[in-house]
């Protein structure tokens, strides 16, 4: 298995397991491939895409980079979600919950994977070098914070992170670690980027069930009593793949 996998993906399997709680487990190494493929491979392959133009962004807005000064909604939404997770984490760890403190960060790694990051990719290969700089600073702070989280539960992969981000700096081992920023914790952009999401998976739905295809452009989607930003409308829109986002009552006839 751990020629297969790696010691982080079954270190990480069994400490979300029932054997956290001293109780019986059934090994499956099924359940250690998926642990690997979510966690350790995932988070592999988000620092793999960040390395693709690490060497195009400026380092010095990377080391003054303020988590609370981020002004892109994604990005104010991922540090908020790092933040809270940073929370949890530190929470159960404190009461020995291992095994509660595991998956917040399975969870944040997928969202970070299949949203924030397929977002943002367009900044990061065509956008200008002020949105480049501002999604790379933004991908470095959150890939090297969430490597002290990761680290005592898989050493191996969140080692590599650290050294990869900091260059010559010690041991992520040796870091302390991470303080929550409550400043940057926004509740209600979270719960808005939540219904953005739904919204999207909604409208998805729709075309499939209409048998319109993605990549089919539409001129308008209308969404009812759901109030979104520009930035996030702009966010569903290219989604959706339509040109606008309209704003509409519930009880609008249009």
């Known amino acids: 298995v751990v020629e297969d996998y790696g010691a982080d993906a079954l270190r990480f399997y069994l400490l979300k397991s029932p054997v ?17 493929n979510k966690v350790v491979n995932m988070v592999y392959n988000i620092h793999n895409f960040y390395s693709m133009y690490e060497d195009e962004l400026d380092q010095k807005q990377i080391n003054k980079f303020e988590p609370t000064e981020a002004d892109h909604t994604l990005d104010q939404w991922a540090i908020s ?13 404190e009461d ?29 290969k065509e956008g200008s070098k002020q949105e480049k700089n501002q999604a790379g600073a933004t991908m470095h702070y959150i890939l090297k914070t969430l490597s002290k989280v990761m680290a005592p539960f898989t050493p191996f992969i969140a080692e590599y992170l650290y050294q990869e981000l900091s260059g010559k700096e010690e041991s992520v081992h040796l870091q302390d ?53 520009e930035e996030m409308k702009k966010i569903l829109a290219e989604e959706l793949n339509v040109h606008k986002i309209i704003n509409q009552p519930e009880d609008s006839n249009g």
């Not at 019986?24 to 491939?33: A, G, I, M, P």
């Open 177 to 229: 670690w991470p303080e929550t920023i409550n400043e940057a914790i926004d509740e209600v952009l979270e719960q808005n980027m939540d219904k953005l999401r739904q919204l999207a998976e909604m409208g998805q739905a729709l075309r499939q069930q209409e048998g319109l295809k993605v990549r089919q452009a539409l001129s308008s989607a209308a969404i009812f009593d759901t109030e979104l930003n």
């Open 20 to 36: 956290m709680r001293s109780e019986k487990l059934r090994f499956s190494k099924d359940d250690v491939e998926d642990t690997y």
């Open 81 to 93: 979600k790092l933040h809270k997770l940073i929370k949890k984490v530190t929470t159960e760890m």
């Open 96 to 124: 020995y919950h291992l095994k509660k403190a595991t998956r917040p960060i399975e969870d944040y790694i997928l969202d970070l994977s299949q949203w924030y990051l397929r977002r943002s990719r367009e900044r990061f």
